[in-house]
């Protein structure tokens, strides 16, 4: 969760064995650019080819969020031109795990699996719940298996009220 502009980000990613490949690809130039840097001990094009290259991939890659609207979800994917944005009032469920969150709509019926850290997760849930707009339910489908966070969160936020 990052506050950029007044407006809070909700970051996710994908899929676990995705995510791996993206981001060992996305640090490969780096790495062909440093072994350029140490064979020529000058500085070329093709260094600061590799380096920018790298810069890119890295700002693709953290470029995953959602962000709440007024009475809209937009979901910004890695690929800036297709990004969506989806009505709150069409979300019928969402189904949280320890791992990600699952968002049923009528954009996705079956489901689309979000993974997000456990924070920004809770607060995302928090802060889409509160929406006026959102009709739909809160499922918690691993719900006491290892940690409940929720149960852990408000009991600590209680404690800081008193």
């Known amino acids: ?10 970051h996710w990613q994908p899929e676990l064995s995705w995510a791996i490949i993206y981001w060992s690809l996305s640090l490969t130039p780096m790495f062909i650019g440093l ?8 500085i070329s094009t093709a260094i600061f080819v590799m380096f920018f290259l ?9 470029h995953r969020f959602f ?5 809209q979800l937009y ?10 944005k989806i009505q709150i009032k069409s979300i019928t469920k969402i189904e949280v ?7 049923f709509a009528t954009a996705f019926p079956n489901g689309k699996i979000f993974y997000m850290r456990k924070w920004p997760k809770k ?15 809160i499922e918690l489908t691993d719900h006491m298996i290892e940690q409940d ?6 009991a600590e936020s209680s404690k800081s009220v008193r």
Do not use: C, W
């Not at 962000?67 to 009475?71: A, K, Q």
């Open 123 to 137: 607060f995302f849930i928090n802060d889409l719940v509160r929406n006026s707009h959102f009709q739909g339910e």
């Open 1 to 10: 969760m990052i506050k950029i502009f007044g407006k809070i980000r909700y």
């Open 149 to 154: 966070y929720f149960e852990e969160y408000y």
């Open 35 to 42: 072994a350029l840097l140490y064979e020529r001990a000058q």
């Open 75 to 84: 979901i910004a994917l890695a690929t800036p031109f297709a990004s969506r």
């Open 67 to 71: 962000r709440i609207e007024e009475n």
């Open 97 to 103: 795990t320890r791992l990600f969150i699952k968002v």
């Open 54 to 62: 790298f810069i890119f991939a890295i700002g693709i890659g953290f």
